[in-house]
């Protein structure tokens, strides 16, 4: 068993142990994921591109992340395979030769 | 090597191969989270908690995905301990006895 | 003098007795309406649709409000303006006779 | 007739020609609020502090405002009212000889 799968387990047993299932429908999975990026997003505010609190940081992108392995668990997906999956369409979206230094938008290149 | 470090790798290496490296940095990670973070949640405007369209909250979950792991990248975390750290800390601050069955806020419990 | 022009002044008054117009850049003051948004969002959490506390409502909308104001502030627009125009454009990508009684994308339509 | 009640009746008007007032409960504006809030921040994304397109921002910005209007509308807040309120509030966590030239939240003034 390999990282994804012990995670998602452990994630899933805090769950259940709180009987919080019936909560984690996809749709509030969703906000709470906004909510937790809201607050990773509070730790840069006002401040320069690295001057976050490491440790903070840290801990607002761990929530981040366990939102979004519960609502991957949710539906049954396997996060490597989206995540490679959404690699390949964006290496089409943004060829290396017209991407290439620049941070334009795919339908600006 | 296992899964976030094979799939870190990849990300690493598309990132690279445009030179985007200059443009990551953390600041603006956390606005791209938040980003990918609303456009999933637009999957679910005015729709019930289960009427998304899937293969759209994959790709769009996908986004958060990679740019978290960039994040955790650009910060050196290992993103399996982040989250082990912060399981252990939310089960401090939601004992089982008190939260169970209620999706109350810790300082409300 | 009317209303937008009022509350605005107050808010320039507030950030300028505090020194605070070197941290309102447009980029931070676009970190600061997204934080707020999801403090908004948080009061919805794990809740039906009209379940949220509206005390809170009132002073997370508020918050929203605030720093909305301070944006066009920064750029000099005039609020009642851009939301005219924008009201305008909405209707042209939403003709009442395809999009009555519908919650589709103006895409879907 | 004063500027946040002439545009609340446009906005009004604009949701009930089309019949969506069925649609708009406080979850899903919230949701709406945050969407746009994201679309705003989208414009700053791999970006200097003031390198937004200033004509897209009008327009994200309006969008943010419009759903905000729509959610005070839907609670019956008087914006002018709330916002009032709000700044007091500030005015007490943020007393100018502590915060003055400081962008430290309140908690760690």
Known sequence: MC??????NELVNFRNE???AKFHNPKDLALAINI???E??????????????????KEELADVFCYAFL???KYGFDIKQ?????????AEKYPVEKS????????EL
């Open 100 to 107: 290439k230094g620049t941070s334009k938008k795919y339908n």
């Open 36 to 38: 937790e990026a809201g």
């Open 18 to 20: 709180r009987d919080w």
């Open 71 to 73: 609502m991957a668990e």
């Open 82 to 90: 989206i995540m490679t999956d959404k690699i390949k369409l964006n």
């Open 40 to 57: 990773l997003l509070e730790l840069f505010l006002w401040k320069g591109a690295d001057e976050a609190n490491q440790a903070k940081v």
């Open 3 to 8: 990282d994804f799968s012990e995670i998602s």
